[in-house]
């Protein structure tokens, strides 16, 4: 699509600078030439009629690459190396200047081939941006990341300040110096992490390198091998990463330190290892009552603001629990060492939502939700001024934000195979071995919400899962998928129904009496949060098919019960559009459903809190009555809407549940079993 007004302006802004720096160092009549075509090649792309969303991305990939030259010092004369190589880029943008101006005056329906012509032509110019960045314009990049970076350490240590002036006197700073470091270099020590992609393997471990003074620097190395040089995957994840890292400069992300190309088929990234961290979970599982929450509230709202800085220049990070990590000096966020850097920046949202589970929960399971990145960015935020502000203060307002924020610390969570004898979502019991123990309560609310598809699925590739998100389509939940042929995907997703908000406040705010008058350990206690049902939909296209390929989950039946078969498969948008439904010629389809329930507990961080909550007098109890004598009345039961006096009553002797059957048969009905 077109360059919206602002963006166009801030890349405008940014050449601008670069002419002015051109104009005020010595012989820096090419930097200002180098500037001015990239704002020629802006203006062609914002006046074009024609295929202008090409253009733009063409012009927008050219502006960002020449503002990285607005780092030169303009107090310094150009080398004659950088103005030879900025010579050579200025004779490839005005190509591709003049390409831009084609393009823009090129119909897209001049011939039935002329839109694939323009989409070649494109890539193309992108490709030839990409490549002359690479040769004329990263050794720069690379040594400005290295001179900025060693500025700033040197602020913080003299050993590092001393250490960077001894490069400068020997040299080292030099823009391919810094850029490549042989292979011999590096001591390759312990492997962490080994992740398999079509095409390619990507090995994380740990090595050395030498430093300035010849003494051993501990570094981490990714290292991308291609399994077939005839795949792009290796070099494009390599490139990928390579072009993020250099922008990276942000205080909570491992710095690119170098690059080293071992073979056609492996190319290397080594980046920093700090002096010394922990994992963020470990640390985390030392902490207890308000300091866990400080604690936990702190890091998500740090790993907000570096994905912020990642989506800014187009990237993202995921990884497992395991691979967040902490300085273990101050406790700061130190990540991008571990786990994956890729250019999936919309997935930034979910990603986040996602690490924080794996932190509170201990394992990686796959995230789930649809939020944005500011939905999830502004409620770890809120959950930390929750937090901080209890700590500060217990007062009642405080008391009530804290416990607004709860239910997203509520507690661990556990799955059974579910049958036909499976507990209903809302019930509150106890576990003793596989027996189920339901504790009778008096209710008039609603305890489960209606089964639903999750919107976001998760789809398997090169035995990874990745999220994906659906949309609606009338009654039916769309999901898009790109299928190459003889590629086999797995598509899982769910169809749940899950706890309404106020039994959670209920299971929360009772759980302490509970506990004391049923003479059960509060950690046994359960709620059933949800009745799930997991359904793996797995498709291989035989032929080659038009792209993209569309699964439609049918909706659930009234009683929470899933189709079969749950969906289908189909090459058009339209679930209505029964002809072109795959059938068993043209793919392989398979389907299988699992049912599961879950229970919900109160851990021992939730728990801390609902006790400093109780202990100052602040613990909400909602109007709901539990009762020791069935079968007067049981969570499964219907009631009229009359709302009852708020009470909540322990158990007594038998005569107590009469007394209360008979309290509350006078303001509704019930039902008996």
């Known amino acids: 699509m077109p360059l919206s007004a602002d963006i166009n302006a801030n890349l405008i802004r940014s050449l601008k600078v670069v002419q002015s720096l051109g104009e005020a160092v010595p012989h820096g009549g090419i930097l200002k030439a180098v500037a001015g075509i990239g704002i020629t090649i802006l203006e062609t792309a914002e006046r074009v009629r024609l295929n202008n969303a090409e253009c733009a991305d063409i012009a927008r990939r050219a502006a960002e690459h020449i503002s ?7 107090d310094e004369e150009l080398s004659d190396d950088l103005s030879e190589r900025l010579e050579r880029y200025h004779q490839v943008l005005e190509d591709v ?3 831009v101006e084609r393009i823009g005056s090129t119909p897209k329906m001049k011939s039935i081939f002329r839109a694939t012509s323009v989409q070649e032509e494109t890539k193309d110019c992108l490709d030839k941006l990409n490549e002359a960045y690479q040769m004329y314009i990263f050794d720069f990049t690379i040594a400005a990341d290295n001179k900025l970076t060693a500025l700033v350490n040197g602020m913080r240590s003299m050993s590092l300040n001393l250490e960077a002036q001894i490069c ?3 040299g080292w700073d030099e823009p391919d110096e810094v850029r490549r470091i042989p292979v011999d270099d590096i001591s390759f020590l312990d492997e962490i992490s080994c992740i398999k992609k079509r095409g390619y393997t990507m090995r994380v471990g740990h090595a050395e390198i030498l430093n300035s003074l010849g003494q051993p620097k501990a570094v981490i190395v990714r290292k991308f091998v291609a399994t077939d040089t005839s795949d792009d995957g290796a070099r494009y994840a390599f490139e990928t990463e390579v072009g993020l890292r250099r922008e990276l400069l942000d205080g909570a992300f491992a710095r690119m330190i170098a690059i080293s190309v071992a073979s ?17 979970y470990d640390y985390l599982q030392t ?12 890091i998500m709202c740090e790993f907000a603001a570096g994905y912020r800085f990642l989506r800014e220049h187009r990237g993202s990070w995921r990884g497992g629990y395991r691979d967040v990590l902490l300085s273990a000096k101050d406790k700061r966020l130190c990540v991008g060492g571990l786990g994956r850097m890729d250019d999936r920046w919309e997935d930034s949202g979910l990603r986040m939502n996602e690490a924080f589970w794996r932190m509170k929960d201990g394992d990686d399971a796959i995230g789930g939700g649809s939020g944005s990145f500011e939905y999830f960015a502004n409620e770890f935020e809120r959950m930390r001024e929750a937090v901080t502000n209890w700590s500060k203060e217990k007062t009642r307002e405080n008391a009530r934000d804290l416990w607004n924020r709860l239910w997203l610390w509520s507690g661990s969570g556990e799955f059974e195979r579910g049958t036909e004898n499976s507990p209903s979502v809302g019930e509150i019991g106890w576990r003793d071995g596989k027996d189920w123990h339901p504790i009778p309560l008096v209710h008039q609310i609603p305890l489960a919400q209606p089964p639903k598809y999750q919107i976001t699925a998760s789809l398997s590739r090169d035995g990874e899962w990745e999220t994906i998100v659906g949309t609606r389509i009338g009654e039916y939940t769309r999901w898009s998928i790109d299928v190459s042929p003889g590629e086999e995907i797995h598509l899982r997703t769910i169809v749940r129904s899950y706890r309404t908000n106020v039994i959670i406040d209920f299971f929360h705010g009772s759980a302490l009496s509970l506990a004391r008058e049923f003479g059960v350990d509060l950690r046994s206690l359960r709620l059933v949060s949800q009745s799930r049902f997991g359904v793996n939909a797995s498709l291989t296209i035989l032929d080659e098919p038009p792209s993209p390929v569309y699964y439609f989950a049918h909706p659930p ?6 189709p079969d078969p749950p969906g289908f498969w189909s090459l058009c948008p339209y679930p209505r559009c029964s002809y072109c439904c795959l059938p068993a ?14 229970y919900q507990r109160i851990d021992e961080h939730v728990l801390s809190l609902i006790q400093d909550l109780d202990a100052h007098g602040f613990l909400p109890v909602p109007d709901i009555i539990h009762a020791s004598y069935p079968p007067f009345a049981t969570i499964n039961e219907v009631y009229d809407q009359q709302t009852p006096d708020p009470l909540i009553t322990l158990r007594g002797k038998k005569r107590r549940a009469k007394d209360l059957f008979s309290i509350f048969s006078k303001k509704r009905k019930v039902s008996n079993p």
């Open 557 to 562: 039946h009234s009683e929470g019960s899933v």
């Open 97 to 99: 200047s003049k390409t």
């Open 264 to 280: 056609q088929r492996t190319k290397i990234v080594v980046v920093e290892a700090a002096e010394a961290t922990i994992i963020a």
């Open 585 to 598: 010629d043209v793919a392989q389809v398979g389907f299988h459903v699992k049912p599961f329930v879950k």
């Open 68 to 74: 990285v030259l607005k780092r030169l010092d303009e």
């Open 287 to 298: 902490l207890s009552g308000l300091d866990f929450f400080l604690a936990h509230t702190r």
């Open 168 to 170: 400068r006197n020997r």
